[in-house]
């Protein structure tokens, strides 16, 4: 069975800094993107930031420059560093992977549980 486990949400301060972890357990899992959604409270879910296996990265526009996703293959560990965050970035931080489940032989998408990102002004 694939889990993702999340870990770093918190509370902070605008203009601090937070740092969330995922990471991916299953022994059959070929992961190829990994990426963090967020979704705030009234509001739907949008994608905040994603990483192939090579390493190319995209972000949401509002987040760029102060974002930073990475990953540690080896690990099956996805990373999002966030800096200079706003009351905006409050929200439900959820982690996504995408890949191939040997096992089953099928493409799998798999999410975490969620983390509370809450940055007070």
């Known amino acids: 069975q694939v889990q993702l486990v999340e870990s770093g949400g918190g509370l902070v301060q605008a203009g601090g800094s937070l740092r969330l972890s995922c990471a991916a357990s299953?022994?059959?899992?070929?992961?190829?993107?990994m990426g963090w959604y967020r979704q705030a409270p009234g509001k739907q879910r949008e994608l905040v930031a994603s990483?192939?296996?090579?390493?190319?990265?995209n972000y949401v526009d509002s987040v760029k420059g102060r974002f930073t996703i990475s990953r540690d293959n080896a690990k099956n560990t996805v990373y999002l560093q966030m800096n200079s965050l706003k009351p905006e970035d409050t929200a439900v931080y959820h982690c996504?992977?995408?890949?191939?489940?040997?096992?089953?032989?099928?493409?799998?998408?798999?999410w975490g549980q969620g983390t509370l990102v809450t940055v007070s002004s």
């Open positions: 996504n992977a995408k890949g191939f489940d040997r096992s089953t032989l099928r493409d799998l998408e798999v």
């Open positions: 299953g022994r059959f899992f070929s992961i190829n993107n």
């Open positions: 990483i192939t296996r090579g390493g190319s990265t």
